[in-house]
């Protein structure tokens, strides 16, 4: 796997040292061995202060109870997983009857997964199919009808710490073509860092360091609500600290989005609109 790949094993890493917490946020008994020794070397290689940032437990929180909102009370059965990485919610969340989900990553990534969990002799909690991809190059979409995926059907998305790898070119062919397959009425969950945090002299070693690593954070956006009506979606976005998306473990005040120059991220999720007319559920 290459060094944005393998940012998969860190978070697998992260999402275990979380789940042995007493306060944990959620609970993922498989992250230990998907991390395994190579993950647990990065995270503990982080700096302290990223080590302890709650950014990655909340934002995890915060898209299983939304896939759970939207598979449980709006009754979406497709669900799909972009970059999924070392993701385990086919196998931890509690699924409604009939939810078919997709894991799209890169080929060598899910061969990886797929030998630990069966390994761990791990069953999914609903119809998990994964498909090994280059989101950026294949013609994913043909594959994804192929492996029985119906665009004319609503579904779910998940674009978790996936963008911010890529450039801005990359950010917009991929949301174009994610177009192309999610009908209207369909629900996206992304995360986006903001511009503004790609340029903070406050992360300027980090980010030298995520260089360094060869992963570096590539893309940002001041206005997700923008980027995203461009491709047909209303947009509800949230930062980590404010109502919803906080669970008791944001310990900073949330700068309001009028201050510039503050380093910030996003928690986003959106409806797919029909002609303009579909307004995002709550």
């Known amino acids: 796997m290459d060094a944005i790949a393998g940012t998969a094993l860190w978070t697998a890493a992260a999402r275990a040292r979380e789940s042995a917490r007493p306060d944990r946020l959620f609970d993922d008994p498989l992250a230990e061995a998907l991390a395994g020794e190579e993950g647990f070397l ?3 290689a982080e700096p302290e202060e990223a080590q302890c940032n709650p950014w990655l437990p909340i934002r995890t929180r915060f898209f299983d109870d939304w896939l759970e909102q939207v598979t449980m009370r709006h009754g979406l059965r497709q669900v799909v997983l972009v970059a999924a990485g070392m993701d385990t919610r086919a196998f931890r969340l509690a699924w409604p009857a009939g939810v078919t989900l997709w894991e799209f990553d890169r080929p060598a990534l899910l061969q990886r997964k ?8 791990a069953t999914p909690a609903c119809d998990r199919r994964t498909l090994g991809v280059d989101l950026a190059q294949d013609d994913w979409p043909a594959r994804l009808r192929a492996a029985g995926f119906d665009a004319t059907a609503p579904s779910a998305w998940l674009a978790e710490g996936f963008f911010h790898y890529l450039d801005a070119a990359a950010v917009e062919r991929i949301l174009a073509t994610l177009a192309t397959v999610a009908a209207p ?9 903001a511009c503004d945090l790609l340029t903070s002299p406050w992360m300027a070693g980090y980010l030298h360091l995520l260089e360094r690593r060869g992963a570096p954070w590539r893309f940002g956006t001041n206005e997700p609500e923008a980027l995203l009506a461009r491709h047909g979606w ?3 976005v ?3 600290g404010e109502e919803g998306a906080n669970f008791g473990r944001w ?7 009028d201050l510039p120059g503050f380093p ?4 986003v999720t959106a409806r ?6 579909e307004h995002l559920s709550s």
């Open 234 to 236: 209303q947009a509800l």
């Open 238 to 240: 949230r930062q980590p």
């Open 185 to 193: 009425g369909s629900q996206l969950g992304v995360d986006f860092l």
């Open 114 to 121: 797929e030998g630990i969990l069966t390994a761990a002799r």
């Open 251 to 257: 310990p900073w005040p949330v700068t309001p989005r």
């Open 272 to 277: 797919r609109q029909a002609n303009g007319s």
């Open 264 to 267: 910030r991220c996003f928690l």
């Open 42 to 44: 990065q995270l503990d």
